[in-house]
């Protein structure tokens, strides 16, 4: 697979890539973190500021919904959670999850967070959880404006990503993972590497949630940046 730095960014390609890798991603993700990520989203929805009684609010790039359980236990039983992802394929595992799971608060909708159909101050809290990789700068500026946008004053937040550590035996690790093991796991479960290698290079891109704290500043956001193991994951919690 050769792709253009910029096309790799593209919301089409972005789509297509996690439709391809649908089946198998939970599980990949799952074993190549050692599960760490399951560890990691926890801890950034604990940080999530407490949110009010009878809230409504986003999950972003949400996939299969596996944030679902952390984000349910700091909401009351009248408050909703819509989950918004661009692939198809995706929205299709996430719906089979939430008929097992048989709650009527969680919404699914189809949908590019950076051109959506969102009303401005609209939500009380706005959460992601190893979404924002796919992102360039760009593109990282555009999702602060738009959480500004749509979180109501007070609102609160919580994302996070994979990230590189500064630790060099961490960072030796980090790539080994990026390089060598993600791959490896992508031929495993896929019969080819190509989808996977490119989330090495978006995380690697990506290195951590400095960048994306800073854009949430400079919109006067109350952001705090928090790093996880060491750095293995970033991420910003706060309110608007």
Known sequence: MSQNRSDIYDPEFVSGMFDRMSKTYGLANLMTSFGFTSRWRRQCLNDLPKVKPNSTGYDLMSGMGESWGNIQSKLDKES???ALDISDEMNKKASEHLKRLKTKNIDLKKANILDNDILDNSADFIVSTFGIKTFNEDQQ?????????ILKPNGSFALIEISKPKL?????????????????????????????????????????????????????????YEKYFFGCATGVYGTK
């Not at 960072?171 to 996977?196: E, Q, T, V």
């Open 80 to 82: 909703r959670i819509i």
């Open 141 to 149: 500026l555009k999702l602060a404006r738009e959480i500004h946008r």
């Open 168 to 224: 060099y035996p961490l960072k030796w690790l980090y790539m080994f993972y990026l390089k060598i093991l993600i791959p490896i796991i992508g031929k495993i479960f896929m019969g080819n590497s190509d989808d996977y290698r490119m989330l090495g290079t978006y995380c690697s891109d990506f290195g951590d949630s400095k960048y994306f704290h800073s854009c949430l500043i400079d919109l006067g956001v109350k952001s705090i």
